[in-house]
Structure formats: C-alpha cells, structure tokens
C-alpha cells in the first residue's frame, strides 16, 4: 500500500468513527422520569412526539435527528413547566453531542442585554447563576432561573453564542403605545414588518388573544397586544439571523412564538428565505384528549409536537378581572 493510500484509509476509518460516535450520542435517552409536573404522568399521550406531517408519532432520536439538519432550531415551551425545560436542555445537548455549536438565542433576554450577558462571559463564562444576576432575571417577571440554568449552562459550557431575542424595551413600549405603525420605517423594513400576516392568521391571532383574556379586554387593547406578538416574533428571527453561526441557531421560547403559521418561522421566511427550520412545541397533557388531533392548532401548528405531563388544571379566567367581578385574592 502507497503512503498516499494509507492516508486515505486512515482518514475513511477516523470518519466512520466520528460517525459511530455520533450516532452514539445521539443514543442518548431523554430525561427519564419521575416527571416534575405532577398532572397527567399517566396519560396515553405523555412522552411522546407527535409529527403532524407524517401523522406518526416518532422517537426522541429521531426528534433530535431532523433538529440536527435543520439550520434554525425553535424550541418552544410553556413557561411555568419545568419538565419543558428539561426536555429542551436535553435536546441542546444532543445538538452539541453531535458536533453542532448553534448560537442559542432565548426569549427570555431582551436585545438590550447582549452587552451585559457578553461582559459577564468575559469575566466568569461557565457561570450560569452569574449571568442571571447580571441581567436582573430575579425582577424580569420570568419563572424562577432554576428552570433555565441547564439550558443555559449547556450553552455556556459549549462556548457557543448565548443572545437576546426578545424586543428593547423601547421598541416593546412604542409598538404598545402605537402599534406597529408607530416604529421607525427603517425598523419595520429591518424586522420585516411591512407586510402583514395572512388575514386568516390575523384573525386567529386576534381570537386566541381574546380568549387567553377571557374575554375581557377590549379589541384596542388586543390589537395592540397581537402587534406586540409579531414584533417579537419578527425581532426573534432577526435575532436567529443575526447570531447565527455555521451551524445555525437555537431559540428557546413559549410555543405561542414557534408555530409555523405566523410565529417567528413565518418571519424566518421572508428573513432567511430557503433556510431550513424545524419548530417544536412542548405541550401539557389534557386528561380528556387522548388524542393528538383533539389539541387542534396545539398538535398541527408545529414540526413536532412532544407532550408531556401538566402543572396544573387551575382555570386562568376564575382569578382573570371582568367587569363586574374583582380579580380573586
């Protein structure tokens, strides 16, 4: 055998080597329980992944698979589950196990703190609970930073980019004030805002707003509430393209912002046109729908769909102020 042809044997047999180790990493089973939420454990549906596409549930391997093809990845959560979490720190690190190193961008952090989150990395750059000292998570209205830190930590101990997506606060507070319209022309132009959403998604926008207030908020104040939601996922995408590394980027935030039909990969579209993106949503459990097609926009707007146990089964409209009726101590 050449010398020539012995290099080539031995870079074939390094590949096929990363390749099975590759392959081993993404063997990984997810987080085993006991779950953390507390409802629905038993549910036919809990633990597994539902692909609206195919119409087939599919496995966790597979799940992190199609993430690994994709170029921007979009995690989506309900907040206050900390299984959610869990489950998306579970999937960065399948990503990363693999080789991929995505800039992972997160809701939570506005644009604002970029400067802050990049000074506290220069100073101590594994230290999660570091960086949410530094950002005044404890005051930002989030659930408590436990929840996140394996998300974040996974970030931090990969060396990948760690970013804001969410709106400044001022451009929040002026699309609150005066909607989309009240924005600088060269910020609408810049997040892709000038051309609004579907009338379908529109109006479906304007209805799940109403309901989520249980119908006790008037249409200006919804109105103002669904040009917020575009501008942040518009601001989210912008966010995804800009941090983007060769390998992409990663975006943690509520399900709401990750479905297909008018979330951020709809702005993803028109701001990354032909980029490949796969949306996932994490969805609680409901003890009277066995069935995935019973969640209706909850099991069809996404990529994939991995459901999980519940926090609780409180009715949000019984504490929610209406007219005639104070809000509950």
């Known amino acids: 055998m050449t010398d020539r042809a012995g290099a080539a044997l031995a870079v074939a047999l390094i590949t096929v080597a990363l390749g099975f180790l590759a392959l081993v990493a993404w063997a990984d089973p997810p987080p085993a329980p006991p779950w953390e939420s507390a409802l629905g454990r038993e549910h036919p549906l809990t633990a597994r ?27 989506g959560e309900k907040h206050d589950n900390a299984d959610h979490h869990r489950l998306q720190a579970w999937l960065l690190r399948e990503l990363l196990g693999a080789g991929r190193r995505p800039a992972v961008a997160f809701e ?6 970029d400067a802050t989150i990049a000074r506290q990395r220069a100073s101590t750059p594994l230290d999660a609970a570091a960086l949410a000292r530094a950002v005044d998570w404890s005051r930002s209205g989030w659930p408590d930073f436990r929840l996140y830190e394996p998300i974040v930590r996974a970030a931090l101990e990969a060396g990948v980019p760690v970013v804001g997506a969410n709106l400044s606060r001022a451009v929040t507070q002026t699309v609150r004030r005066g909607g989309i319209g009240a924005l600088d022309p060269a910020v609408r132009a810049r997040l892709g805002l000038e051309r609004g959403l579907p009338p379908e998604a529109s109006i479906a926008l304007f209805a799940e707003i109403r309901r989520n207030h249980c119908d006790a908020i008037p249409d200006e104040s919804i109105e103002r509430m669904a040009d917020v939601q575009r501008a942040r996922d518009a601001q989210m ?5 800009r941090a983007a590394t060769r390998d992409g980027a990663v975006l943690i935030a509520g399900a709401g912002h990750t479905r297909v039909d008018r979330g951020v990969p709809w702005a993803l579209a028109r701001q990354a046109p032909g980029a490949r993106v796969v949306a996932l949503a994490l969805v609680e459990v409901r003890k009277d729908l066995p069935d995935p097609a019973g969640y209706g926009p909850e099991s069809t707007a996404y990529d994939a769909v991995w459901f999980t146990p519940r926090v609780d089964d409180r009715d949000p409209c019984e504490s929610f102020p209406t007219p005639g009726r104070p809000r509950a101590p």
């Open 49 to 75: 992944i539902w692909e609206p596409t195919s119409g087939r549930f599919v496995t966790a391997a597979a799940l992190a698979t199609r993430l690994a093809a994709a170029r921007f990845v979009l995690l």
């Open 237 to 241: 995408a912008e966010a995804l393209v």
């Open 108 to 113: 939570m952090f506005s644009v604002d703190d």
